[in-house]
């Protein structure tokens, strides 16, 4: 699976739009991008995913550029429950065996600001 | 909703005890992963299993660790001869391979401290 790569933390008042980037500059045509955030003492949540397309669910969108080397997570009004770690991955989708595993990098620590 | 869960939350052993958690899948999920998690680290794959089938092991997995699932329902992994540096937050993920997405979701995990 395609390396990740984020910032190690950021910052997002309360009420704003949290963007949260990611560089996936190895990625390969049958990989899709996962979102997950993990609250503290909590298992990893799915957020959203796709593969080429923009994609939108009830929590975040998910922008992934023409070329597909970066995407970005938007949380459109942050909340102090979005506090968490936010983590970026791809990984190929297969429906055989090998490469279900998720790998996860050490993702971004978002802090949403009262 | 009845998502994945784990159990105990928490343990706390001595070095040296064996150790046995267990993880429900969500329901007809027939797939289902165990993770490790360390302090300041994102979590690292283990072991899965489709159905009953354990289909890959992680080189973290050493001989002190084992995994089933005989029903290809619950699943359980055991840890024998404990060392501290297992400490660690064990997480358990189930996905529907059928669904076209064979998206994860995570159990609250257990935490394991080895004294």
């Known amino acids: 699976d395609a390396k990740t790569t984020q910032p190690p933390s950021m910052d997002c008042a309360e009420g704003r739009a949290a963007n949260l980037p990611c560089n996936h500059s190895?990625?390969?045509?049958?990989?899709?991008v996962y979102w997950y955030r993990q609250i503290h003492s909590q298992g990893p949540q799915y957020i959203i995913h796709?593969?080429?397309n923009n994609e939108t669910n009830e929590m975040a969108s998910l922008i992934i550029t023409e070329d597909r080397k970066s995407s970005t997570l938007i949380l459109p009004h942050a909340t102090l429950r979005d506090t968490a770690v936010y983590y970026c991955?791809?990984?190929?989708?297969?429906?055989?065996?090998?490469?279900?595993?998720?790998?996860f990098g050490t993702g971004t620590r978002l802090t949403i600001i009262p | 909703d009845t998502g994945v869960s784990q159990d105990p939350r928490h343990k706390i052993t001595k070095r040296g005890q064996n150790v046995t958690f267990r993880c429900d899948p969500i329901s007809e999920h027939n797939r289902l992963y165990w993770y490790r998690q360390t302090l300041g680290q994102g979590p690292e794959f283990l072991t899965y299993f489709q159905n009953e089938a354990q289909l890959e092991k992680s080189r973290l997995l050493s001989d002190r660790f084992s995994a089933e699932r005989p029903k290809g329902s619950f699943s359980t992994l055991e840890i024998q001869r404990t060392e501290q540096g297992d400490s660690a937050m064990y997480l358990c993920?189930?996905?529907?391979?059928?669904?076209?997405?064979?998206?994860?979701?995570f159990g609250p995990g257990t935490r394991l401290t080895v004294l």
């Open positions: 796709g593969l080429k």
């Open positions: 993920a189930s996905s529907d391979q059928g669904s076209g997405t064979d998206t994860q979701y």
């Open positions: 991955i791809v990984r190929v989708m297969t429906f055989n065996f090998g490469n279900e595993k998720l790998t």
């Open positions: 190895t990625i390969s045509g049958n990989e899709y």
